[in-house]
């Protein structure tokens, strides 16, 4: 030092300003931590980057997710298990209920005529007063209230014994409806299961060929 002044400093001549020096050490210290801008604007464009394609992914997830949930449903037109019968499956909740009830009817069957050219009818039944409505057209599934992810529970009659059984309705995808009924025998509780199939209305309209044809009212019943 040549003995002036540095700052507030006095320097001797044999040794080093240490003020200077002190300034040295600090411009140093912020040389090893100095980040430059451009390396910044890498740093935040990078993770930028990271969070979008992130973002990307969950919400891709979550959309197909809620794509399949959404369409493995009930609703809809069922080709049952053989090809015996078409059942529809529709909302029939009151009018004001929050909550969705679902249920079903018979809209075609593939041999809706006994062997003396007859109609069908539910002669089985265990109500004597319901022992002639006709077959077609008649309720099958009723009550189905959800219960899970694709799955809803109620009743379902079987038109072959004239018996109402604990139904649990699965629609495992949008195309495939496992329908199983349930009765207690003793202390158990004997299930069987059937699979139907969905069918579109274009192939109802285009391919199936509807006998008897019914009404709207579905009052009439005529055979072609």
Known sequence: CDGRRRGAVRCGREHRCRFESGQGRLASHIDSNFVSTDDAMATLQAWSIFVRLLLSITGLSIFFLSFSVAVAEPIGLWMTEGGR????????????????????????????????????????????????????????????????????????????????YRAQVVAETDKTLVVKGCAKVLFNWICKSRTWERVSEDVLASEMPLEPKIDPSQTQITKQ
């Not at 075609?108 to 004597?128: A, S, V, Y």
């Not at 002639?132 to 009659?157: A, C, H």
């Open 85 to 164: 019968s078409l059942v529809n499956i529709a909302d029939c909740a009151p009018e004001g209920q929050q909550s969705r009830l679902l249920c079903s009817k018979i809209i075609w069957l593939k041999e809706p005529f006994n062997k003396n050219g007859e109609l069908l009818r539910d002669k089985k039944n265990e109500q004597k007063e319901m022992r002639s409505r006709p077959i077609l057209g008649m309720p099958v599934l009723s009550n189905l209230q959800q219960v899970q992810n694709n799955t809803w529970n109620g009743q379902v009659y079987n038109p072959e014994d004239g018996k109402t």
